[in-house]
């Protein structure tokens, strides 16, 4: 009898820790669950929220086949209409911005190059002042020998004319005393 009791005891314990152990898993199920469905509502809410928020891209896609009915006769044509207008102002962004670097360059490149010939001109410019002060030195050193060359010819033109009325005076004495004996 002790040991039927026993028997039942433990079976009785038995059950009550798998039947605890089962609740326990349920419970964790249900929680699972409980946890899973509020993530599905609150997905479900926000869902809801993009739908009524893009409803009024609906009616406004809506008003622009009724008054735009020869142009576009479903919703997708005016999308596509749409995304391609879309990829050729992404294309023309794309092409101004490049062709504003490209200016930018050969801006910085002309002012560069502008820069470089200002350089030039000035380095020029103080050449040809350095030449020019070398011309004026020249100049005057010139006309100081030309003034030295015609102090030389005057004073040679006049000792050969002082000769030459020396050999005068030398030739007329010397015709004086040839004819008078």
Not at 27 to 54: C, G, H, N, S, Y
Not at 64 to 69: K, S
Not at 71 to 80: F, W
Not at 137 to 142: C, G
Request: proline share 1%; hydrophobic share 30%.
């Amino acid at each position: 009898f002790l040991q039927e009791n026993e028997s039942k005891r433990t079976r009785a314990e038995k059950r009550a820790n798998d039947e605890f152990k089962l609740r326990k898993a349920k419970e964790e199920i249900v929680a699972t669950l409980q946890k899973r469905l509020k993530e599905e509502k609150a997905e479900l809410l926000r869902k809801q929220r993009e739908l009524q928020d893009l409803a009024k891209y609906q009616e406004f896609l809506e008003r622009v086949l009724d008054e735009h009915g020869d142009d576009y006769q479903e919703i997708p044509n005016v999308v596509a209409r749409y995304q391609t207008l879309q990829r050729a102002n992404e294309e023309m962004e794309t092409r101004q911005k490049d062709t504003e670097d490209s200016n930018e360059d050969k801006r910085e490149g002309f002012f560069k190059l502008k820069k470089e010939g200002t350089n030039d001109i000035l380095t020029a410019n103080s050449d040809i002042a350095e030449l020019k002060k070398v011309l004026e030195k020249v100049e005057l050193e010139t006309i100081q020998y030309q003034q030295q060359v015609d102090e030389r010819t005057e004073a040679q033109r006049d000792r050969l004319w002082e000769l030459g009325r020396v050999l005068m005076a030398v030739d007329n004495v010397l015709q004086r005393c040839t004819k008078n004996p």
